[in-house]
């Protein structure tokens, strides 16, 4: 089983549309997490991290789910600009370990 | 600021050859990662520096794959001998712990191309 899993989509979505991703993981003591984009043939660029409590940038927010062991991203007003592939990482300090998930391609149309 | 510099970008060789790749992390920064990104495998972290020290090599895929920090501000990555199935976009990214949020900032990435 993978440490990160991630739907790899694509999701298509017309402008202004509201998406959403999950990203879940396998190991109950993972400490961090973060949510990067990356456009095509670039590379991963921060996004956003995730906390407990959950966090919001603009049209981005982010959220943790502990007892599921997953984290979500949450799009309002889709813009083209959007359209990327967004990783989700998750980090172990205790044990070094930094796990990318394999990303989840987003199309956003006109 | 200067970000995360990799050399080369671009890289086609044939099978059998040495392959090094190099990365100067960003200054003040004291962790580096180097990464490959393929579409079948994604992005797989290959080794682990904090303070020039190797932290983590578990996920070096075999003995043809070794990496070194001299000091703080350079890395390489090698390959020898290399293979097709080598091909791939090595990432190198740094960080700096411990100011409440482990940013990677990755550089441009070098595109292997082993024929």
């Known amino acids: 089983r993978k440490e990160v899993e991630q739907d790899p989509g694509p999701f298509n979505v017309p402008e202004g549309a509201t998406v959403a991703f999950n990203c879940t993981y396998s190991n109950s003591a993972s400490q961090s997490f973060f949510w990067y984009r990356q456009d095509c043939r670039k590379e991963p660029k921060l996004l956003m991290s995730?906390?407990?409590s959950g966090n919001e940038d603009g049209r981005f927010t982010a959220q943790l789910n502990r007892a599921s062991q997953y984290i979500s991203l949450l799009i309002r007003d889709s813009k083209l600009s959007d359209s990327a592939t967004y990783l989700c990482v998750v980090i172990l300090y205790n044990f070094n370990k930094f796990y990318f998930g394999s990303g989840t391609k987003l199309n956003v149309k006109p | 600021d200067a970000g995360v510099i990799q050399s080369p970008r671009h890289e086609v060789t044939e099978m059998g050859q040495e392959v090094t790749l190099r990365c100067k992390p960003i200054s003040g920064h004291n962790s580096l990662f180097w990464y490959r990104q393929t579409m079948m495998r994604g992005l797989e972290l290959l080794i682990y520096?904090?303070?020039?020290?190797?932290?983590?090599d578990s996920g070096m895929p075999e003995d043809r794959f070794s990496a070194k920090m001299p000091n703080a501000s350079f890395s390489t990555l090698k390959i020898q001998p290399s293979e097709p199935r080598d091909s791939a976009v090595y990432f190198c990214?740094?960080?700096?712990?411990?100011?409440?949020?482990?940013?990677?900032?990755f550089g441009p990435g070098t595109r292997l191309t082993v024929l």
């Open positions: 990214a740094s960080s700096q712990p411990g100011q409440g949020q482990d940013t990677q900032y």
């Open positions: 995730v906390y407990s």
């Open positions: 520096f904090n303070n020039n020290v190797p932290i983590d």
